[in-house]
């Protein structure tokens, strides 16, 4: 039968540069000056010589500036600056590396640069984005440069705001998404306030977060400052990307510029990623020419929006099975040779298997089990040959263990694997004569053939339990893409999808490079709202519809992301997994308890999340955010994913609460 959609299909299965003045009492603004008349001129980031740009004309000073906190009583001879300050240089220096966002939770560490970007740079290019904790500021940045391509920047508050920020920093240096962390301080210990200025500055900030960014910098002056932003954003593109982290002192935030003084920001370089060695490849050519059952293996492959075409490309010219191990959006799901669900019958028949920017090459080629011991197996055949094409190698930090366990492969070849596909295209080409072109083609011919029933297989798994109350993972995924596709819409699919037993993978139709983000990589909890946030602020520009399937427990971590939505107007839809509980910890103390021959009816002790139960949908409503639920009933899951999309198409956050079974 011909299946026209999941639901559809399921129902027939069912039946149913400091030089001011140096004086203490000059040393800093004390109160603002007044809003300025006239925005800062835009560098353009091709320039090849940018320079400071003049102060722009000031209003009157204010009779009566605002005081609050720890700031100090207004004097009746207040000291005020005329000319461009520190701060306006630095928004310069963003301006000129195309930053369009800068997130934030406010801090007075780096008060100086936010009153340039909001008055000397009038909020535009970059913008603010407010938050309410640094570890949604962060993430944001990391589900933003997934879907944009490009960096966004966060400023953290000082030693405090740099510890709130360290996990999604985590998060993203697994991921190898690149992100500008610019860190407040004050580094002069003579220019402290007493009290809490001290605890919240440092002489070596990074070394907080320096085992997991690609770079750090803390400048002595402006000068250094511009040439040290401009590094950061080109180590952080730079194939294995990461974020990098800048500190940005206060003194030179709030300083006057001397009008002698020459600044200048340096043009970005005009990058090429690196490309495998050309003999490596052809080598690798021949193996995979040669092989009688050879296999892709995806891992963080895709980096640009080339990626999913150029991979097709590379497994239509070999007419070789894929297996996408979902860390980015590396290939379409629906593709004849995607044939990702049955990889472990692929890994099992495989002569050689070529391994595309592995997060894991140990975990993908062998078996871990989880017994004490944890005695493992290999997924694949004795004689197999095994190719890493890849990049992470190139980014080891002796501390933090993101690189995995070492496994021998035949042949390693040291590159970004997007940007070597186009040649190892050719090599293969290349290599191909016209007796093993026959054969090729003949066993592409059977593993698109074998493709055809793999919908009707996952269909009929999604039928089970599917009036299920609470509601099964599969109805819910299924009926929040029975409404993205009668939208028509394009969409981004932002959260992880393991927690849903992969659902969205199977059932949704992804054939755009930004349908999916792939995965943390990291695993910090608390990491898919903000990151989806992020995800969304760079889809609002295009119309894109950004769904997060959402976990209970990490929206709970940062629930404050949903003001930040309402507040800036994101356009998002979170669907709510409310299953109630931390189930993966859930299963662990399982798993413990039964080893332990203890019973497993005490697990839930630590690892639920009710009595009381979370009302997310009123949870929502209080950051200003529409909702519904909570929703238990199957029945009601459709019309209420219809409502909620209608208020996101009108540029508005919306979020679903569903009950649901575990996974």
Known sequence: MRLTSATEAIHQIQGTGTVSNKTPEMKRRQFLAGAVAAPAVTLAASATRAVAQPAPARAAVPAKPQTVGDTQAPSEQRIVTSGKVGGDFMVDCLRALNIDFVASCPGSTFRGLQESLINYGMNTKPEFITCLHEEVSAAMCHGYAKIAGKPMSCLVHGVVGTQHAAMPIYNAYCDQAPMLVMAGNVGEGTSRRPGVEWAHSAHDQATIVR????????????????????????IATIAPMGPVFV?????????????????????????????????????????????????????????????????????????????????????????????????????????????????????????????????????????????????????????????????????????DAETTTPSLIQAIEKEITPNRRSALATRGQKLREQSTGFMKAVYAQAAMGWTANPISTARTCAEVWEQLKTSGGEYTMSSEANFLSDWPYRLWNMDKPWNSMGRSVGGG????????????LANKEHGRITVSLNGDGDLLMQPGTLWTA???????????HNNRAYHQEYMHVQRMAQRNQRGIDRAHIGTTIDNPNIDFATLAKSYGVYSEGPISNPVDLGPAITRALAVVKKGQPALIDVVSQPR
């Open 211 to 234: 085992d997991y960014v690609k770079w750090d910098d803390q400048a002595a002056n402006l000068q250094d400052f511009a040439e040290g932003v401009v590094r950061a954003y080109d």
């Open 525 to 536: 909890v608390g990491y898919t709202a903000p990151a989806s946030l992020g995800a969304a």
């Open 247 to 415: 500190v940005v002192d206060a003194d030179q935030q709030e300083e006057e510029i001397d009008p002698k003084e020459k600044l200048f920001i340096p043009k970005l370089r005009k990058r090429s990623q690196p490309m495998g060695d050309a003999v490596a490849v052809a080598e690798a050519a021949k193996m995979l020419v040669a092989a009688e059952n050879p296999v892709i293996v995806a891992g963080r492959y895709q980096r640009t929006a080339a990626g999913p075409q150029l991979l097709a490309q590379l497994a239509d010219t070999l007419n070789a099975p894929v297996l996408d191990e979902r860390s980015r959006m590396n290939m379409p799901n629906r593709h004849p040779l995607n044939h990702t669900e049955r990889g472990a019958a692929l890994l099992r028949q495989a002569d050689v298997i070529l391994c595309l920017e592995p997060m894991d090459l140990f975990g993908t080629l062998n078996n871990v089990t989880d017994l004490i011991g944890r005695p493992s197996t290999p997924k694949i055949r004795p004689d197999a040959k095994v190719i890493v094409i890849g990049t992470t190698d190139a980014q080891i930090k002796a501390n933090i263990t993101a690189y995995e366990r070492y496994n021998q492969a035949d042949l390693g070849i040291t590159g």
């Open 566 to 576: 309402a507040h800036h107007e994101i356009p998002i839809l979170y669907v709510v």
